[in-house]
């Protein structure tokens, strides 16, 4: 028997929106990340988000270890378009800086 040894797509793909998800799921590969950087294993990952094949999600965890840079810079990139959203917001709406200062007081 001949074991077929070819390359595997990524099972990334990104929305109108710049945003890079997780094989036709809505799980962001900044999730996928964050969860990876805490510690959790594919396995906790898989339980976490239920939608997501356990394949996919070592599939993804493989491209972020090759390629941790550029991941980081992409998730860097993003989290300073959520502040600029965010900003937008809060500048129409002020109260929409209650969520802030609540997380604050948890401490978090």
């Known amino acids: 028997m001949t074991l077929a040894v070819g390359p595997e797509p990524v099972p990334l793909e990104t929305d109108a929106y710049g945003t890079v998800r997780v094989g036709g799921?809505?799980?962001?590969?900044?999730?996928?990340?964050?969860?990876?950087?805490?510690?959790?294993?594919?396995?906790?990952?898989?339980e976490q988000f239920p939608t997501l094949a356990l394949g996919d999600i070592y599939a993804v965890l493989t491209y972020f270890v090759r390629h941790a840079r550029e991941v980081h810079d992409y998730v860097a990139a993003q989290d300073r378009r959520a502040d600029e959203?965010?900003?937008?917001?809060?500048?129409?709406?002020?109260?929409?800086?209650?969520?802030?200062?609540?997380?604050?007081?948890?401490g978090r």
């Open 25 to 46: 799921t809505r799980v962001t590969l900044e999730t996928i990340v964050a969860a990876f950087d805490r510690g959790d294993t594919p396995e906790e990952i898989r």
């Open 85 to 106: 959203v965010r900003a937008k917001i809060e500048a129409v709406d002020p109260s929409a800086g209650l969520r802030t200062k609540l997380m604050a007081r948890l």
